[in-house]
């Protein structure tokens, strides 16, 4: 509900990349406040979501797809994905929306001068 209520004016399925920067989440050895929130509403303290997330770490929420980075050199893993509304059909409209899904990740990697390092990530839910 959180996360809805924040992003309600910055959600444009039709153009996935629209509002990506805003919907971008950071942790930088300081917690994202979205995410402090969040971890409060369910019980959690800050000392113990610093102990459960990494120190670095990028989340990106966007229309069909959230994907994350761990430290600023990972590879980018996608955690969910979903198509489109409206059927199994891939029209020109949907291929563009991966095309402008994926180019929103590139711009982000342009400007990197090393190369990524790979980051192996074991999830566990329960």
Aim: aromatic share 8%; proline share 6%.
């Amino acid at each position: 509900e959180l996360l809805a209520e924040h992003y309600k004016h910055h959600w444009f399925p039709e153009k996935p990349c629209k509002g990506s920067g805003y919907r971008c989440i950071r942790i930088n050895h300081k917690m994202d406040p979205l995410i402090g929130q969040a971890a409060q509403r369910i019980g959690l303290s800050s000392q113990e979501l610093f102990r459960l997330l990494p120190s670095e770490l990028t989340l990106w929420v966007d229309p069909y797809e959230v994907s994350y980075r761990i430290g600023e050199d990972g590879s980018i893993c996608v955690l969910y994905e979903a198509s489109p509304a409206g059927g199994s059909t891939q029209n020109s409209t949907n291929v563009q929306m991966v095309d402008s899904r994926i180019s929103c990740k590139e711009e982000l990697l342009l400007g990197r001068t090393s190369p990524s390092k790979n980051y192996n990530m074991m999830t566990v839910s329960g």
